[in-house]
C-alpha cells in the first residue's frame, strides 16, 4: 500500500512540482479514465490526464498541489490535496483576473499493474469560481 501511495505522490510531484509528463507515460495507464466533476466527459488515457493538467496549468501558470495526507487500501490511495496558484489565463471561459486562489480537493485513486488506471476526484470549484470573482461570496447566516 506503500508503494501504492509512492505513485501517487511521484505523479502529483513530477507533473504540478517539476512539470515532467514523462512521469504521466510512465505511472498512469494507457486506458486511464478520470471522473471529474467540473468535466463533461470522463477524461480519457494519458493524453487526456495531460490534457485536463495542461488546462490548470495554462491557466494558473504557477500552480502547485501539495498532497496534505493520503490513506491507502488495497489497490486504491485516497489524497487530500491543496491546490494553488495565480489566475493567469483564460479557464473555463473566465478571462484572466491576476487573483490568487486556494483550493482544496481529493482523489480516489485505483491502481493496476503499478499504474494508475482510475481516478474519481473532488474539488472545491464553487470556492475557486468565488475566489476568482465568477461567484459572488455566498451570504452568511
Do not use: C
Not at 20 to 37: I, K, M, R, S, T
Not at 116 to 140: H, K, R, S, Y
Amino acid at each position: 500500500m506503500s508503494a501504492n501511495k509512492e505513485i501517487i505522490r511521484r505523479v502529483v510531484e513530477g507533473v504540478w512540482r517539476d512539470r515532467n509528463f514523462a512521469v504521466v507515460d510512465e505511472l498512469v495507464a494507457q486506458d486511464y479514465v478520470g471522473h471529474d466533476p467540473t468535466q463533461p466527459e470522463p477524461i480519457q488515457g494519458r493524453d487526456g490526464f495531460k490534457q485536463f493538467v495542461g488546462m490548470y496549468q495554462s491557466a494558473f501558470d504557477d500552480a502547485t498541489v501539495t498532497i496534505d495526507d493520503q490513506i491507502a487500501e488495497g489497490d486504491q490511495v485516497v489524497t487530500r490535496w491543496t491546490g494553488r496558484g495565480t489566475h493567469t489565463g483564460e479557464f473555463m471561459g473566465i478571462a484572466p483576473t491576476a487573483k490568487e486562489v486556494t483550493v482544496s480537493g481529493m482523489t480516489i485513486s485505483r491502481l493496476a499493474g503499478g499504474k494508475i488506471a482510475e481516478e474519481w476526484e473532488l474539488i472545491d470549484a464553487l470556492g475557486m469560481l468565488v475566489q476568482l470573482g465568477a461567484v459572488p461570496q455566498p451570504a452568511t447566516a
